[in-house]
């Protein structure tokens, strides 16, 4: 049987819907932090089916790689953005105002120059 103590969690707010905007804020703040993912390698299927799962923002490219981005936001201004450098495909969670160039510079950084320095 249910007695309201069992529901006491031991906070006595008289007003229990206070709202604070700075803690608002910062829960936002790490939950947006919390969403962001490194650089991992994907399949040309995850690619294609990332393609397809809705429209894709912000898709550009030229012959040597290609980026898009999810419409849908995971958190805040955090959505997952999906690359194809060369003949890889990789993809990571970021803002969703980060530029092509920046997507391939950030690839380049945490996996393709240190998979370069690793073969000297």
């Known amino acids: 049987m249910y007695t309201p103590e069992m529901a006491d969690t ?45 429209y894709p923002k912000d898709w550009q490219g030229d012959a040597h790689c290609e980026t898009f981005k999810l419409a849908e936001m995971v958190s805040g201004d955090v959505t997952d953005i999906y690359a194809k450098v060369g003949e890889r495909y990789f993809t990571f969670r970021d803002k969703a105002t980060m ?22």
């Open 99 to 120: 530029t092509h160039t920046a997507i391939v510079n950030r690839i380049n950084k945490e996996v393709l120059s240190r998979e370069t320095t690793l073969q000297k």
């Open 10 to 54: 031991g906070y006595h707010n008289p007003d229990r819907f206070q709202w604070n905007a700075a803690s608002e804020a910062a829960y936002w703040q790490q939950c947006e932090k919390i969403a962001y993912t490194d650089v991992s390698e994907i399949t040309l299927t995850a690619f294609m089916d990332a393609i397809a799962v809705m």
